[in-house]
C-alpha cells in the first residue's frame, strides 16, 4: 500500500501512538531557532550580494564589491539583531514539560511531579522557582528544586495548581478515539460533543492538530460544511506542515 | 522578532520577495528539521548545530535550488547531515536490545514523555537506517510517501517498501519492549 493510515492516526497500537506523540511533541529551544535564523539571514543576504556583485563588476573591482556587499549586509543584519535583541524574550532556564505539567502526582508514574525538563541546549545554571515560560498558561506554578532528592521530593507534596482534569497523553487519545468511533460511526453530533470535551480538558493539548482534523471531519459528516471550511482554513493556518492540510481542503470543497 | 529582522534587509541588494520567502521558508522547515535530526539519531547536544548546517547549506547553495522543491532539498539535507553527525558520534548501538525481564510498563508510565522519547529513540536506534529515515519522515513528520521517494531519492516503490518493513520492526520492537520492558535507559543517553 502506497498510502498507509499513519500509526498516530489510529492504525497503530496505544503504545505505538503513546511513543509517536511524544516524538511528535519535541520542540527546538527558542533562542537556538533565533539564533540560526540570524545566521541563515545574513548568509543568504552574503550569496545573493556575492552574486550580484559578480554580475554587475569587472574582475577588478569583484573582490573589494563583494566585501562591501558582506560588509554591509553583516552590518545591517548585526544593527537589526541589535534592535531586536531588547524583544527576545529570554530563553527559559528550564522548561516545564507541558504535558508533565498536566499529569497529576499519579503514584503509577516514575516521576510523579511535573518535571523540569532542560532545554536542548546546555543550560546555564539551575534554578530553585521555575516558573511557566510565557507560552504556557500562567496557571501552574511549580515549586521544583532540583537540589532536593528524587526521594524528598516524592515525599514533598506537589505545589501544583493544576487543572481538576486529569491531563495526560493517554487520556487525550482516549477521548480522540472516542470522537473519531463517533465520526467513524456516523453519529456527528456525539463527535463534536466528545471534541469539544477534549478541547475543554486539554486546551493545550498535544494533540490539538488530530482534534481540530476531527472536528472538521465530523462538520463535513454532519452537514455544516460552511463551518468545516473555515475551520480547515484555520487548520492551514496553525498547520502550515501538516500531512493532513490537503486532504481536509479537497473535503470542505462543495460537491 | 525575526519578522523584523527580515523586515530590515530592504536596502539590501536582496529582493523584498526573496527575503520574505526564505523567512517563510525558514519559520515553516525549522521544527521539522529539528524534530527529523532528533528522529533520525542525532544526539541532542548537537541538534541545535545540525540543524543550523542544514540551513546554511542551504543559504549558500538557495540560488541552485529548484523553485518548489525548497523543502525537498531542506529535508534531503538533513538526512545527510543526520548521517554524517551519527557516523562521527560513534554511538554504540547494540544490534538487538538486550531486554531484560522486568515489571510491565504501563500506560500511565508512558504517559511520562521525557521517558516515552527516550524509549522512542532507543527504539528507533534498532531500526536499520534506510528503513528509519522513511519511517521518520512518515510517521512524525506527515510526508507523503511520492514527497519521501523525492527526499530520499528513492522509487516510490522502494520508499514504500521501506516503510512497510520499517514499520513492521518498530511494531515487533514496540511488543517487545511491552513484554519485557526497556534495557536500563541510560538518563544520559538522550
Do not use: C
Amino acid at each position: 500500500m502506497i498510502h498507509p493510515k499513519r500509526l498516530l492516526e489510529g492504525e497503530g497500537t496505544e503504545i505505538e501512538r503513546l511513543l509517536l506523540a511524544s516524538g511528535r511533541a519535541a520542540r527546538p529551544s527558542t533562542r537556538a531557532k533565533w539564533r540560526t535564523g540570524i545566521l541563515f539571514f545574513l548568509v543568504s543576504i552574503g550569496t545573493v550580494s556575492k552574486a550580484h556583485a559578480v554580475a554587475l563588476l569587472g574582475a577588478k573591482a569583484r573582490a573589494w564589491t563583494v566585501a562591501q556587499w558582506l560588509a554591509l549586509g553583516v552590518g545591517t543584519g548585526a544593527a537589526g539583531w541589535v534592535a531586536v535583541q531588547a524583544n527576545v524574550p529570554p530563553d527559559p532556564v528550564a522548561v516545564v514539560d507541558p504535558v508533565a505539567r498536566r499529569v497529576p502526582a499519579a503514584p503509577s508514574l516514575h516521576h510523579a511531579q511535573p518535571r523540569v525538563v532542560a532545554p536542548p541546549e546546555p543550560a546555564p545554571a539551575p534554578v530553585n522557582v521555575v516558573e511557566a515560560a510565557p507560552r504556557l498558561e500562567g496557571r501552574t506554578q511549580v515549586q521544583a528544586p532540583p537540589t532536593v532528592s528524587r526521594s524528598k521530593r516524592a515525599a514533598a507534596p506537589a505545589v501544583v495548581d493544576t487543572p481538576v482534569v486529569e491531563r495526560s497523553i493517554a487520556s487525550e487519545i482516549d477521548e480522540l478515539d472516542r470522537a473519531r468511533a463517533a465520526v467513524g460511526g456516523g453519529d456527528a453530533k456525539r463527535a463534536i460533543d466528545r471534541l469539544n470535551r477534549y478541547d475543554r480538558m486539554f486546551p493545550q493539548g498535544t494533540l490539538r492538530e488530530e482534534a481540530l482534523r476531527l472536528r472538521i471531519e465530523a462538520l463535513v459528516s454532519n452537514g455544516e460544511r460552511a463551518t468545516a471550511r473555515t475551520l480547515a482554513q484555520r487548520f492551514r493556518a496553525l498547520y502550515p506542515e501538516s500531512a493532513h492540510s490537503e486532504r481536509l481542503k479537497a473535503l470542505v470543497k462543495e460537491p | 522578532m525575526l519578522d523584523r529582522l527580515f523586515d530590515a534587509d530592504v536596502a539590501l541588494p536582496a529582493s523584498a520577495l526573496g527575503a520574505l520567502e526564505l523567512h517563510q521558508l525558514f519559520k515553516s522547515t525549522y521544527d521539522g528539521i529539528w524534530r527529523l535530526l532528533r528522529g533520525l539519531g542525532v544526539p541532542t547536544d548537537r541538534l541545535d548545530d545540525a540543524a543550523q548546517q542544514v540551513f546554511l547549506v542551504y543559504a549558500e547553495r538557495h540560488a541552485d535550488v529548484v523553485r518548489g522543491s525548497e523543502r525537498a532539498f531542506l529535508f534531503g539535507t538533513a538526512l545527510r547531515v543526520a548521517h554524517v553527525v551519527r557516523r562521527g558520534t560513534h554511538r554504540e548501538v547494540p544490534v538487538e536490545i538486550d531486554y531484560a525481564p522486568s515489571e510491565q510498563p504501563s500506560v500511565d508510565e508512558l504517559t511520562d514523555q521525557k521517558r516515552a522519547r527516550q524509549v522512542l529513540d532507543r527504539i528507533l536506534d534498532q531500526l536499520d537506517p534506510e528503513l528509519r529515515d522513511v519511517f521518520v519522515l512518515y510517521e512524525l513528520e506527515g510526508f507523503t510517501m511520492p514527497e519521501i521517494a523525492g527526499i530520499v531519492e528513492v522509487p516510490l516503490g522502494t520508499a514504500a517498501s521501506r516503510l512497510r518493513r520499517g514499520r513492521e520492526r518498530f511494531s515487533a520492537l514496540v511488543r517487545r519492549y511491552s513484554t519485557f520492558g526497556p534495557p536500563s535507559l541510560q538518563e544520559d543517553a538522550r
